[in-house]
């Protein structure tokens, strides 16, 4: 009784388990996963990484009024007459400062004000979270303490194989919605082009029936060998119009049938989608950041091929107002649309590619045995 | 024979671009069956075959070589100049507002204004050498070497091996960032040539990671093979066989090539090459062990933040030998093993959900997938021992020739011989209930 208990409940515990897996590697669960995976980066960089932004700031800060204290008392204490020795100092304490500004360059200062810009909000982090996971890595805010840069490897480990699933399971799914519709699409055209055909043939039918009235009418008045040769001539023009008709929809709907099975988005298509997508980017990014043309599509390229550069990035975006926020939010929405609807595109093109190559190897092959 | 692949030498787009090569896995497979088909059928000449492997490989790699040298070339030729332009516009930039700040600040000591005046015309002019500095140091052009008297013509950043490093780091997605296109023509043709060369680079490396995995389990087949024959000899006078257990040797035979590779050895190579990479590159550029670790899988799983880079242009081929390979490895790893738990898993979540309502005949009675697999699971506790003495006396049975090339076993197999096996054992079950 207690064993058969005991097993009745951990069996009911497996099968939670179970249930909570399958839901998680479904399609909803997993958008879900991957939006609190990243949402989780980004609590832990904000927390890891923000305290050392403030601190390198600050550095610079207090270098830059040491300068200026420096200067001034070279300039209050020394000789009036004596200005070489003047440009001495002056000169060796603009450079010291030069020194403390590159190496906090190096550190991670970037110039901006401390307490009124930083890299490490909320929205920053998630989006150098999504970077990290899909392999994009702009660079310019990168991790710089030793638990950051740790963190950002042990973030890496499980988020890379996790946002290559959500590509491939949403890659997928969106293929089989993009064949769906274009299924549909051509569907439609046939049923316009039958629907046509139809009008036409109706249009030949009443005309027939017209030419076969006024026929009737002559038969009354003629004699019997011209009321014989008219007959026959319309019958056989009637014929030969319907079957001609008749014929042209039935292979209109042998080619539509062959379409539908054969099934394959065409890869021009593919292209399109692709560019249509990257020129919705352009403009986005041209009318916030001022960019050119050219260079806005290179972003987006760049982003998208997960290559990421970092030369460009959404600058005015780094910072505490609520419209920078959200352009950080519309970035990433877009980074990660834009890579699903990548995987979309390769699924599509890698189907047509693959069709082609074993058409292509049937003909080596059969060229082949020609030779043999 | 070594492996087997294609015929056909490899054109660019064929694999899927920019995602790992997990599809690729389905068409080599393919393409195996139909050369084993072929070979089978008309044997041909051992020299012709391994000419035709071996062209396909070189010729791949040696025109991803002849294609990465010649952007070099070019991204050369269209940043140099504007790198000395922007260098030499902000070095004098630079001079000249120094040369005004000290002038003004030495007539304002002259004319003797008051302190509060001249203590804020010093910080507006610190901060405009602050803000100078920072721009100058953003356009990646002027280090502080530069603006030393004499530094100007140092270390410019579009040399030959620079732009190499630039362009094998593009194509492979990894990007740092430390050197990037900044004219529109640099800009244009780095798109276009990362549009034809990233799948290029991609299936040059897809196939030197395929090559790589081979290998490796070639070579755990072998130390495999060895340690059986070690072991077989303890058991040689155990020689019983029927066809049942013939059947099922050959099951268990399959599914344990499936899962040769055990994962631990996978994660070790792995480790052990970043930890390599991250000993040389520590010794070659001073960087401590962590930083170097830090960039190696940055680097590997092509990230690339650029925020560490390597510095010493002498071993910049030694570090692009470095990070091909690696990737390669990274390649090899993810189609030997990730690629295999993430499909598991998903497989796992999404047959569950679909098995769950499903119904099995067995034995006349029907019943509920997860109640058939519960069963199962009760009878194999119960029978474990007898399962155990099954595979001891099966060790010895007959091994078919060409077991190492039955690598690959479709999730559809594998299901049909998990249930099998299942419904093997609740068989057993019942027979040993029966003669109870």
């Known amino acids: 009784m207690g064993r058969r208990h005991r097993r ?123 970077t990290v996971i899909t392999t994009i890595g702009y660079g310019n805010t990168a991790a710089k303490t030793y638990i950051g840069k740790t963190l950002t490897m042990l973030y ?69 060998s011209v009321d014989s040769f008219g007959l026959g001539a319309g019958a056989d023009v009637e014929d030969l119009l319907t079957a001609r008709v008749e014929m042209e929809q039935l292979e209109v709907r042998e080619t539509a049938a062959a379409q539908l099975e054969s099934m394959t988005v065409p890869i021009s298509l593919v292209v399109f989608t692709m560019l249509g997508y990257l020129g919705v980017g352009t403009t986005i990014f041209k009318v916030w950041e001022g960019w050119t043309f050219l260079e806005s599509f290179y972003f987006c390229f760049i982003s998208l091929t997960t290559i990421g550069f970092g030369d460009k990035f959404p600058s005015t975006s780094v910072s505490n107002t609520d419209e920078a926020q959200e352009k950080l939010v519309i970035t990433s929405i877009y980074l990660l649309f834009g890579m699903a609807l990548l995987a979309m595109c390769f699924n599509l093109a890698q189907e047509e590619v693959q069709n082609k190559t074993r058409w292509i190897a049937d003909k080596f092959r059969s060229k082949e045995d020609d030779d043999d | 024979m070594p492996f087997v692949t294609s015929h056909l030498p490899y054109t660019p787009g064929r694999v899927g671009m920019f995602t790992r090569p997990m599809h690729q896995r389905h068409y080599h497979r393919r393409e195996q069956d139909q050369n084993e088909n072929d070979i089978t059928s008309r044997p041909m000449a051992t020299w012709k075959t391994y000419a035709r492997i071996i062209l396909a490989h070189v010729s791949l790699i040696v025109l991803s070589v002849v294609y990465v ?78 603006l030393r008297p004499g530094g100007e013509d140092e270390d410019y950043n579009w040399t030959y091996m620079t732009a190499l490093f630039f362009t094998t780091t593009l194509l492979t997605t990894i990007g740092y960032g430390n050197l990037t296109p900044v004219t529109g023509r640099g800009k244009l043709l780095c798109i276009l040539y990362a549009l034809f060369g990233v799948p290029l680079i991609l299936i040059t490396v897809a196939d030197i990671g395929k090559f790589l995995s081979e290998n490796i389990v070639q070579l755990y087949t072998w130390y495999r093979k060895l ?117 598991k898993m998903h497989y796992f979540g999404r047959a569950i959900k679909d098995a769950r309502f499903a119904l099995v005949n067995v034995g006349g009675k029907m019943v509920h997938v997860p109640d058939l697999m519960r069963y199962a699971s009760v009878l194999q506790q119960k029978y474990g021992q007898k399962k155990t003495h099954d595979t001891i006396i099966v060790k010895g049975a007959y091994a078919p020739k060409d077991l ?33």
């Open chain 1, 156 to 224: 890496a480990i499980i988020g890379i194989p996790l946002m290559l699933l959500f590509l491939t399971n949403i890659g997928d799914v969106m293929a089989k919605i993009f064949r769906f519709l274009y299924a549909q699409s051509i569907r439609l055209k046939f049923r316009l082009i039958l629907w046509h055909k139809k009008r036409k043939a109706a249009k030949i039918r009443r005309a027939n029936s017209l030419v076969s009235r006024l026929t009737r009418g002559h038969r009354v008045k003629a004699d019997s």
């Open chain 2, 227 to 343: 340690r059986e024959k070690c072991s077989k000899q303890k058991y040689s006078v155990i020689s019983s066989k029927d066809d049942k257990n013939k059947e099922g040797d050959l099951n268990l035979d399959h599914l344990e090539n499936y899962i040769s590779i055990p994962i631990f050895l996978i994660v070790a190579i792995l480790l052990s090459y970043i930890t390599f990479g991250a000993v040389v590159l520590s010794m070659w550029e001073g960087w401590d062990f962590f930083s170097g670790f830090y960039f190696s899988f940055i680097t590997m799983t092509t990230v690339g933040f650029g925020d560490i880079v390597p510095l010493k242009r002498e071993y910049y081929i030694l570090d692009l030998c470095y990070i091909i390979i690696g990737l390669s490895i990274t390649t090899m790893c993810i189609d030997l093993v990730g690629i295999q738990y993430i499909r």
């Open chain 2, 404 to 436: 190492s090339k039955i690598r690959f076993i479709d999730f559809g197999a594998l299901a049909s011989i998990e249930s099998w096996q299942s419904l093997w054992s609740i068989l057993t079950g019942r027979t040993q209930e029966v003669h109870v």
């Open chain 1, 8 to 130: 009745s409940k951990v069996t009911r515990v497996v099968n939670l388990v179970k249930k909570i897996i399958a839901f998680f590697f479904s399609h909803i669960g997993l958008c879900a996963l991957v939006v609190g995976y990243a949402l989780l980066g980004a609590v832990i960089f904000k927390a890891v990484e923000g305290p050392h932004e403030a601190e390198i700031q600050e550095l610079v800060k207090s270098a830059r009024e040491k300068a200026v204290d420096v200067v001034w008392n070279a300039t209050f204490r020394v000789n009036r007459l004596d200005s070489k020795q003047w440009k001495k100092t002056v000169l060796d304490e603009v450079k010291r400062f030069k020194t403390v500004c590159m190496l906090s360059i190096r550190k991670g200062y970037d110039g901006k004000e401390y307490g009124k810009q930083a890299q490490w909000t909320f929205t920053g982090a998630f989006l150098y979270s999504l």
């Open chain 2, 69 to 146: 040298g010649f952007g070099a070339f070019l991204f050369y030729q269209l940043e140099q100049p504007n790198e000395v332009e922007v260098r030499a516009r902000n070095i004098e930039r630079f001079n000249i507002h120094k040369r005004q700040m000290i002038e003004h600040l030495w007539e304002m000591r002259e004319s003797g204004i008051g302190q509060h005046v001249v203590e804020d015309l010093a910080v507006k002019y610190v901060d405009n050498v602050t803000r100078i500095l920072f721009e100058a140091f953003d356009t990646h052009c002027i280090g502080a070497k530069h």
